[in-house]
């Protein structure tokens, strides 16, 4: 939050002007969702609310000091959209079309994994038949095993798609950000913290494959 990093210098300083001049606070206002965190497949509609201008502590720190910068610039109403979740992926900020629109190796396997979990996809069913078939052959291994008096192996009970949890590609942007695309978005900031610090390379595509979606 705001208030609670040095981004409460920029506070304290627009509230001081503001009372020196006998003025109002800059009309910097921060949108949140309220009723929605994350989805399998993209949801057009959720509830939101807007802050009133006189909560600046309670507003996202980076968004806020980039907001008070804009401000001081332009001298218009900012209106920041904060869709933010901590401890995600990028991969779970970007929509299948930037994934379906790379050419590079990581993209591709990532946009499978997305259609292996879309049951209107052919993947899905080539996926999910192996994977329960993948079961049966180890039951039936395990029962010849058990009568050899060997140890049983264990099941995989890792899904096919993009169903690693809820945080998995696609799944916060389908919820947090899908619904508010019909806004006049005139530009987007993208900062992260840890989450994928042990990513390499494939950050560098994950990087493409966000802008590419959401442009």
Known sequence: EAGKSSASVIINKLADEA???NAKLPPIREGTLTNVASSLFPIEHAEGKWSDGSNYAEYSAIAFAFAAELYQELHIPIGILNCSFST???EAWTPREGFAEGSDPYAKSEYRRILEADPRAPEYKAAWDKFY???EDTVKANAQLVKEGKPARAISTKTPGNLNGNRDACWMYN???????????RGAIWNQGYANSGAGMTYYSNLHSLIRGWR
């Open 19 to 21: 009372a020196a001049k």
């Open 88 to 90: 995600t992926q990028i």
């Open 133 to 135: 078939q993948d079961i």
């Open 175 to 185: 919820a947090k950000i899908n619904p508010v695309v019909p806004y006049a978005i």
